[in-house]
Nanobody, 121 residues
Framework: QVQLVESGGGLVQAGGSLRLSCAASGSIASISTMGWYRQAPGKQRELVADITSGRTTNYADSVKGRFTISRDNAKNTVSLQMNSLKPEETAVYCC???????????????WGQGTQVTVSS
C-alpha cells in the first residue's frame, strides 16, 4: 500500500509565502514524476508544477517565477515553495505521483488527500 501525505497548507495574506511538502511512503520501488495540482471551489483541477526523477521541472504559466518545485528522491518527497501568493490561488493543493510499486505495477495517478491553502486579500 502506498500513501501520499501533504503538509504545509494554511492561511496567508496576499503577497505571502507558504511551503508545501508531500511524502510518499509504502511499497514503492521507484517514483517517476511527482507533481502538485490545485482545485479551487467551482473550478477544475489544474496542474501547478511537476518534476521528474531527473529533476526536470514544469510549471503552469501563472506561477512561473513565483513557485519552485523540488524533490528528494532518497526520501520520496516533493516540495512546493510558493511566494507572492494571490487570493485567487486559494485552493486545495494535492500531490500526485507516477510510481512503480514493489510488485512491479506502475500507477499513473497516486494522489494525496490534499492540503488547504487560503490566501486572504
Amino acid at each position: 500500500q502506498v500513501q501520499l501525505v501533504e503538509s504545509g497548507g494554511g492561511l496567508v495574506q496576499a503577497g505571502g509565502s507558504l511551503r508545501l511538502s508531500c511524502a510518499a511512503s509504502g511499497s514503492i520501488a521507484s517514483i517517476s514524476t511527482m507533481g502538485w495540482y490545485r482545485q479551487a471551489p467551482g473550478k477544475q483541477r489544474e496542474l501547478v508544477a511537476d518534476i521528474t526523477s531527473g529533476r526536470t521541472t514544469n510549471y503552469a504559466d501563472s506561477v512561473k517565477g513565483r513557485f519552485t518545485i523540488s524533490r528528494d528522491n532518497a526520501k520520496n518527497t516533493v516540495s512546493l515553495q510558493m511566494n507572492s501568493l494571490k487570493p485567487e490561488e486559494t485552493a486545495v493543493y494535492c500531490c500526485k505521483a507516477y510510481l512503480r510499486s514493489v510488485a512491479g505495477i506502475w500507477y499513473n495517478d497516486y494522489w494525496g488527500q490534499g492540503t488547504q491553502v487560503t490566501v486572504s486579500s
